[in-house]
């Protein structure tokens, strides 16, 4: 099975910091994205990658970048932590045509 | 743009019942539709998907109807069990960029014992 792994499941971090989050996959996949869930609000992309250094914005991609050195991992970069970006964020990735694999999500609070 | 939206935020259903969820797409173009389960505290998890060219596809005890004049989308459990109790998204291929999904808010999905 196709295993995408976030670093951290909980993360509390201050306003201004600049925060990581960090996303692996196992199955060589070529494309991944960034969401953030809010209730309410469902699953809005943040940014996507379908190749090793290319990345695209998605939905709303103010206050975040992303980073994607090797094709494994895709980090998402949160530059200056605001509290409006208190969120689940998840992250997911799909080789070809079919249904993303998500990752178990990281709880971020920025307080 | 493009949207894909559910008719009920939540659903209650008895245990053994069959549990059906409905959601509708905006674009014509989808040509591909997918359907996830999420649980309390984890990420969605792919249940089941279907391309415009079928009608109807069946996983085990879940069965999905794609009507395209109405464009229209469901998903039908068979005998609802507690742990079918989460949140279900239904999402369908941006026609502009089949990397990208269309996301439904979700429904939530409740079992009463």
């Known amino acids: 099975d196709v295993k995408v792994t976030q670093s951290s499941r909980y993360l509390v971090k201050r306003t201004g910091e600049k925060v990581f989050l960090e996303c692996v996959q196992d199955?060589?996949?070529?494309?991944m994205f960034w969401y953030r869930q809010d209730p309410g609000l469902g699953l809005r992309l943040i940014y996507f990658s379908y190749d090793v250094k290319m990345k695209e914005k998605g939905d709303i991609p103010e206050g975040y970048s992303v980073s994607r050195e090797k094709k494994e991992r895709f980090s998402l970069i949160l530059e200056s932590a605001s509290t409006n970006q208190t969120s689940m964020y998840l992250c997911?990735?799909?080789?070809?045509?079919?249904?993303?694999?998500f990752g178990s999500g990281t709880r971020l609070t920025v307080v | 743009g493009e949207s894909v939206g559910l008719h009920l935020p939540t659903l209650s259903v008895q245990e053994g019942d069959n549990s059906i969820i409905n959601c509708a797409y905006s674009?014509?173009?989808?040509?591909?539709f997918i359907w996830y389960k999420q649980e309390s505290g984890k990420g969605p998890q792919f249940i089941i998907d279907i391309r415009s060219n079928m009608d109807k596809r069946q996983g085990q005890r879940v069965t999905v109807l794609l009507n395209k004049t109405v464009k229209h989308l469901s998903l039908q459990i068979a005998a609802t069990q507690p742990g079918d109790s989460a949140v279900y998204f239904c999402?369908?291929?941006?026609?502009?960029?089949?990397?990208?999904?269309?996301w439904g808010l979700g429904t939530s999905l409740a079992v009463n014992p």
């Open positions: 999402a369908s291929k941006d026609a502009g960029n089949n990397r990208k999904l269309i």
């Open positions: 674009n014509s173009a989808s040509d591909y």
């Open positions: 199955m060589d996949h070529e494309n």
């Open positions: 997911a990735s799909i080789g070809g045509y079919g249904g993303y694999t």
